[in-house]
């Protein structure tokens, strides 16, 4: 039982202290209880805990959108803010249907999205995680993920030409989606609980092409791997990604 946390540090009741390299399951980035928030965390409680940002507008938050915008490639409109990870991957999905009107979607073998019904639906890590809960959201389908280490095509990167990439158009679409009925395209840039797989530098870059070829949403899930913990704001920016200079 945890008790209290400074920085990387937590103190369990027993005062055993273990160092977290969960970061709070990844929402304490900044470390626990950092020193240089603490008043601006006060002066907040002074003023104000909670508004629902779907009644009533309030500075802080319009100020982190503005904020957000420009590290996010400056043309979005504007930015949704969620309680967790579930909700934004649940809130990216019914977007990714409601505006494309298409009905199919795909996310990868490894992958997790969150526990919520459609954020479970497109997650692949591992199947106790869905046992008891069938039927899950259809019109999913899992692919593998570039995963160079251990290939799930017995090749060898760079010979293999992005095989993976290339499988979806030239066997998935033609065998068994129709492309054009594809709402969404689900990835993570860095996989978490699929192993930590950092993919090939170019993999993300084709295969957006290929979703842009035909009119499919590129939704990329940075709940465990934004927001600083990879180096970048993003972890996309690895992989030379940018609103502004990708096609």
């Not at 009905?103 to 639906?121: D, K, Y």
């Not at 251990?150 to 066997?171: A, I, K, M, Q, S």
Request: aromatic letters at 14%; one cysteine or more.
């Amino acid at each position: 039982m945890v008790k209290e946390a400074q920085g990387v540090w937590v103190r369990d009741a027993d005062d055993n202290v273990f160092l977290d390299f969960t970061s709070g399951i990844a929402v304490c980035a900044t470390g626990h209880l950092p020193s240089q928030s603490g008043s601006s965390h006060q002066d907040q409680a002074d003023r104000l805990l909670h508004m629902s940002g779907t009644d009533f507008y309030y500075e802080p938050q319009l100020f982190l959108q503005e904020a957000g915008r420009p590290r996010a490639g400056g043309r979005g409109k504007e930015n949704v803010f969620r309680n967790s990870g579930a909700e934004a991957v649940e809130a990216a999905f019914k977007l990714a249907r409601y505006h494309t009107r298409r009905e199919l979607n795909i996310a990868f073998f490894g992958a997790f999205h969150g526990r919520t019904m459609g954020a479970l639906s497109l997650t692949a890590s591992k199947t106790i995680q869905k046992k008891h809960y069938y039927p899950v959201v259809p019109g999913i389908t899992h692919i593998p993920y570039a995963y160079c280490y251990r290939c799930p095509y017995n090749l060898c990167y760079p010979d293999c030409g992005l095989f993976c990439v290339h499988w979806v158009e030239d066997t998935l679409f033609r065998t068994t989606m129709p492309p054009e009925e594809v709402a969404a395209i689900f990835a993570e840039p860095i996989q978490g609980e699929g192993g930590y797989i950092v993919p090939p530098p170019e993999f993300h870059k084709e295969l957006y092409k290929i979703a842009r070829k035909y009119n499919i949403l590129y939704v990329t899930d940075e709940v465990q791997s934004g927001m600083g913990r990879t180096g970048k704001m993003f972890a996309m920016e690895h992989f030379a990604w940018h609103r502004t200079s990708w096609p």
